[in-house]
């Protein structure tokens, strides 16, 4: 089945203790995207990577990194996470950036 | 950058057609409007892009003005489960997006 995968779907962490959200897609895709949801402000994107070893800053993309070193995953890092980064956060991919993009089901992260 | 405009909220009643209305004055000419949707909490669904010309799918169809300042999305007879937030959004440069708050469209029975 092609879906975007996203691990882990809920994470309660604390102020400062690095932690990996994971991002896989399984449909050969070029596009891959970080977005983060809150509420008032709609979907915001993070960063984006056009391809392997390609990535780019979206919106917002402070204290967040990424990296892209196989075509199917593209994890987000949280160096040192923050409160104001409690939030709920998807990842979606595409073949190109201008097809339609698929989003995976979302993680729901509290930082305390 | 290429932003857009929506209405915060719609109803539509069951059976009846949802127009959902979207501007965006400032894209360039080779930027495609595509509509999106989200049902609660989950991920973002595509529903139908087009650049100049009117499109139509399964889903819905996309009506897009001549000087492509704005936009409009049908779904031609709304039920219940079509309730969900509507994103309009057009690829900014250097292939970002921007999905803006999106119309909370409710159905009404």
Known sequence: EAQVTQNPRYLITVTGKKLTVT???????????????DPGLGLRQIYYSMNVEVTDKGDVPEGYKVSRKEKRNF?????????????????????????????????????? | DAKTTQPPSMDCAEGRAANLPCNHSTISGNEYVYWYRQIHSQGPQYIIHGLKNNETNEMASLII?????????ILPHATLRDTAVYYCIVIGPGNQFYFGTGTSLTVIP
Not at chain 2, 65 to 73: C, M, V, Y
């Open chain 1, 75 to 112: 994890p987000l890092i949280l160096e040192s996470p923050s409160p104001n980064q409690t939030s709920l956060y998807f990842c979606a991919s595409s073949l190109y950036s201008f097809n339609e993009q698929f989003f995976g089901p979302g993680t729901r992260l509290t930082v305390l």
């Open chain 2, 65 to 73: 003005t001549e000087d492509r300042k704005s936009s409009t999305l």
């Open chain 1, 23 to 37: 991002c896989s897609q399984n449909m050969n895709h070029e596009y891959m995207s970080w977005y983060r949801q």
